[in-house]
Structures are given as C-alpha cells and as structure tokens.
C-alpha cells in the first residue's frame, strides 16, 4: 500500500516525546544573500546533529517484541547510523550499524560510543548496504533502510507537518535528496495540506541518483564520486522512496561542488552554523541562482545535518573562499636580484592584498637566468578585487599565470 498521510500524522504523535521539534527561524542573512524571504529548519539540532532521528524512532517502535529482542542492522554512511544507535540505545534494542570505508570518521566514532557493534564494509554505501542484508538473512536482525522502509519515510515526513505550522505561508521548500526518504515523505506531508507549496529536490552533480532515476522511471545504479555532500552519497534511490517522491517532488536540479563549498562557508559566516555539505546543498542551489523564480517569495530550507569532519571543515572554508573570489592562487615571474622579492609583495601590498603562502622556483623557471618563478596564494577581498591585483601587476610587467 506504501506510505500514507495518517502513517506521517501517527508518527508525528508516536516520536513527539522523543524527537526534538526544531525550530524554523527566519534568517535576515540568507535572505539577504538570495533575495528570498528564506526560513531554516534546524535538524541538525538534533541529538544525534540530524533528521535522521525522526524515521529511525518511527521504525523502533514499530517492531514486534521479538525483533527487539534480536535487535536491527543498517547500512549507513553516517546519519543513519547515528539516530537508530542512539535511540535503539535509549530503547534497549541491540543495533549493528555497517559503514562504508568512505564513511567520516567523525560518526563511525560517534556510533561506537553509542554502544552500537559498528562494522566497516563495501567501499560504498550499496555494497555496505548488500553487507548488511547479508547478515540479516543469516541472522533474526531486522534490517533497516535509511531511506526507503515506509516507517522510516513516515517519520521523516513529520518535518513537513512541522514546517506547515512554524511558517504557514510558505511558498517553496528546497529539500536534499540523496535516496529519497526525505523528499517523498516531506512531500507527501506538506503537498496533501497544502499542494500549491513548490517542492525542489536538490542533489550534488556528482552522485545524482535521482536524477537518473527520473530519466528512465525508475531507480538506477549511479557511478559514484566523492563529494562534500557524503551524506547523500547514495548510488541508487530506493524504490518505494523514488515512487512516492516523484509524485510530490516538481522538478529537480544539481549543484556542483564549488557551490556547496561555497554554501557551507556562508551558514558558517551569516549564521554561525556548521553544516554538513548534504545539509547546505539547498542554499547551494540558492546561491548558484538555479532558483531564479523563488525571488521574493517565502523560502524553507531544512539544514538538515551537522555531522562533519574537522579534517573536512578547513578543506571545504578554502574552497568555498576560492569560489568567493577570497583566495586567489597564481603564478609570476620577477627579478631574482636583490629587492626583487620586497618589491613584487609591496604591489601585492598596496593593492591590499595579503601574501598567504609563496614558492621559489629557479630550477624550472625560464631561460632568463636573472629572474625567478614565484607561485602565491594570495588573500583578496572579491572577485573585483583579483581584478585589480591583475591589472596593476600587468602595469608593472609582471608576468603572471593566474590558476
């Protein structure tokens, strides 16, 4: 029969003393930033730092005694993970969750110390997944899909009912998709109270799932490749999950990596959060200007997660200043005589820039053995501003390469 609108409504009373109901504040920054009256849904103020915890405590209590008894496996890169090893904990229910090798190590630890038996395995989240069904039918374990078990659609659904309260006129939701769970059961809550709501899926380009899914009707396996937003990392839409959201989801678009870079770096500017690159990928789509029709109108973007590696955050700040025209790296060639050096940063100086990292080269530099290749990575205020440093080191005849 598949998930209905009083299978969402059941789970919205089934975790309501267990599953936080988080805020969906209006952020002056971001709309500032968009041009969009923009709304934040903060899952990732969630215990376990996302929505994940709404579907896993639906279908905990939904067992039998004797599947709680014998406990749950999952496979999961992270969230998953997370809110069913956290809440099987809070119910005493024995739980094995099995991680791809790609998984962040940031919530591979943070599922040990919630007591859960964490197994690494498959070098994606499909074969970790075939892992885990695996030792389900070798087992009494009951397995869990994170994104298309209709108890789990059902809670994650919840989310929707909420934001129909918190922000009554809403007029679009930008929603992630990864194997679909999110999308098909916010759809399906928010379109049944109110269809008029635009409803955006928004994946990385470099694992869009659902996208090829769309293209040929049903649910396909997609090559993967590494991205920011390892969160939706899945490399083929469930199919329950798929039917329900191509129902409810109007159209879907794709970011690049540059622009969900870009978007964890401004939620940590503007609002002080940290982000994972799954949760940011709708303001991606925001900033990118794929959105253009949503231009004064009431915007909801669920931020859906805060898991995120440390190691990653410093990599993602640099890419995403890169993007905003505030790291700029290049080459040039300048005297090799004494001087020479002091006067190329005063340039750099003067156009008010500052030298963040510079490399000598002279054994590869050219013919002219009487100057020097420098490569610089230099701190500038915007994209205008390189401008300028270009010109003026042009003036200068300063020979440059600009990478």
């Not at 040990?112 to 695996?134: C, H, P, Q, T, Y």
């Not at 964890?264 to 990118?288: I, Y």
């Not at 080459?331 to 510079?358: H, M, N, Q, V, W």
Request: with cysteine.
């Amino acid at each position: 029969m598949g998930v209905t609108f009083q299978d969402v409504s059941a789970a919205t009373s089934r975790i309501a003393d267990s599953v936080l109901r988080t805020p969906c504040p209006l952020s002056v920054p971001l709309s500032e930033a968009t041009g969009m009256r923009v709304y934040c849904k903060l899952e990732l103020l969630q215990r376990t730092g996302s929505f994940k915890e709404r579907g896993a405590r639906n279908a905990l209590l939904l067992l039998s005694p004797a599947q709680r008894v014998h406990g749950v496996i999952a496979a999961s890169a992270g969230n998953h993970a997370l809110g069913l090893s956290y809440h099987a904990r809070l119910l005493d229910i024995p739980v094995t969750v099995v991680m791809p090798q790609t998984a962040p190590l940031t919530k591979i630890e943070n599922c040990r110390k919630l007591s859960a038996n964490v197994l690494i395995e498959g070098a994606d989240i499909e074969e970790a997944r075939k892992f885990a069904l695996r030792l389900a039918s070798e087992s009494k374990f009951t397995c869990i899909n994170g994104y298309n078990d209709d108890a789990i659609i059902a809670g994650q659904g919840t989310i929707g009912l909420e934001i129909l309260e918190q922000v009554p006129d809403v007029e679009a939701l930008l929603i992630p998709i990864g194997g679909a769970g999110l999308a098909a059961g916010v759809g399906l809550a928010i379109k049944t109270l109110k269809p008029a709501v635009q409803i955006i899926g928004i994946q990385p380009e470099r694992v869009g799932s659902y996208a090829a899914a769309k293209a040929v009707g049903r649910p396909v396996l997609v090559q993967m490749k590494p991205t920011l937003a390892d969160g939706l990392a899945v490399p083929c839409v469930g199919d329950n999950a798929f039917a329900l959201a191509r129902q409810y989801v109007d159209r879907d678009i794709v970011v690049s990596e540059h622009w969900i870079a870009l978007a964890v770096l401004r939620l940590m500017e503007l609002e002080k959060m940290v982000v994972e690159g799954a949760g940011a990928v709708p303001l991606a789509a925001c900033l990118a200007g794929l959105v253009p029709e949503l231009k004064g109108r009431t915007v909801v973007i669920p931020l859906c997660g805060g898991n995120i590696d440390m190691g990653t955050v410093g990599r993602v700040i640099e890419r995403g200043l890169a993007v905003d025209g505030r790291l700029v790296r290049f080459s040039a060639t300048i005297s090799d005589k004494p001087g020479g050096l002091a006067r190329f940063a005063a340039l750099i100086a003067e156009e008010g820039a500052s030298i963040l990292d510079i490399t000598h080269d002279r054994a590869f530099a050219s013919e002219d053995i009487t100057t020097v290749t420098v490569y610089c990575i230099v701190e500038t205020r915007n994209h205008e501003h390189i401008n300028q440093l270009r010109v003026r080191l042009k003036q200068e005849n300063v020979g440059t390469s600009w990478l």
